[in-house]
T-cell receptor, first 112, second 117 residues
Framework: SQQGEEDPQALSIQEGENATMNCSYK?????LQWYRQNSGRGLVHLIL?????REKHSGRLRVTLDTSKKSSSLLITASRAADTASYFC????????????FGGGTRLMVKP | GAGVSQSPSNKVTEKGKDVELRCDPI?????LYWYRQSLGQGLEFLIY????????KSGLPSDRFSAERTGGSVSTLTIQRTQQEDSAVYLC???????????????FGPGTRLLVL
């Protein structure tokens, strides 16, 4: 079963706007990661945040992690049409090996 | 350098037949993972190999599923007596290390789309 839930399931915005996606999870984690998927095929790793970190940046991406609320958010600033994809959060559960447990994903559409 | 590759890209089979899916990880990566993605179940972990350790098979849905990794490199996922509910995209990933906290980022292949008729 999936560890996390993502919110919203789908998001449609105009180019240049910011997109925020949220992820909640259930158990104690070592880290949380965000992945992007185009056209239902391979996943591309975007960013990893460890359980002792609260915020991380990579280019136009900003990820926050609140372990007390068991939640994370991914912010994409100044979105582009090329950002259109599905975005998944995935957790590595403590003491359970390095396998990923995925949320349900958010489908993001950025209109030009 | 070359990424993770998977073959075939697409596979159509009849219910009851066996299928083999192949994964070539990134050279030098010690850990290899199989996941599947289906409409009903989303993205699910299946099995993971780390170096010479016994694989973690905790995600395999039934004993019809098995995987091996020969020589610490190429892996084959075998599904015996396929059922229609096995239809999904099967994704392989590899990481430099498999221990949490150390170079553990997973890099995914393009997947094999399996359709069981």
């Amino acid at each position: 079963s999936q560890q996390g839930e993502e919110d919203p399931q789908a998001l449609s915005i105009q180019e240049g706007e910011n997109a925020t996606m949220n992820c909640s999870y259930k158990t104690s984690i070592n880290n949380l990661q965000w992945y992007r998927q185009n056209s239902g095929r391979g996943l591309v790793h975007l960013i990893l945040i460890r359980s002792n970190e609260r915020e991380k940046h990579s280019g136009r991406l900003r990820v926050t992690l609140d372990t007390s609320k068991k939640s994370s958010s991914l912010l994409i600033t100044a979105s582009r049409a090329a950002d259109t994809a599905s975005y998944f959060c995935a957790t590595v559960v403590n003491n359970a090996g390095n396998m990923l447990t995925f949320g349900g994903g958010t489908r993001l559409m950025v209109k030009p | 350098g070359a990424g993770v590759s998977q073959s075939p890209s697409n596979k159509v089979t009849e219910k009851g037949k066996d299928v083999e899916l192949r994964c070539d990880p990134i050279s030098g990566h010690t850990a290899l993972y199989w996941y599947r993605q289906s409409l009903g179940q989303g993205l699910e972990f299946l099995i993971y190999f780390q170096g010479n350790s016994a694989p973690d098979k905790s995600g395999l849905p039934s004993d019809r599923f098995s995987a091996e990794r020969t020589g610490g490199s190429v892996s084959t996922l075998t599904i015996q007596r396929t059922q229609q509910e096995d239809s999904a995209v099967y994704l392989c990933a590899s990481s430099l290390e498999g221990r949490v906290g150390i170079r553990e980022t997973q890099y995914f292949g393009p997947g094999t789309r399996l359709l069981v008729l």
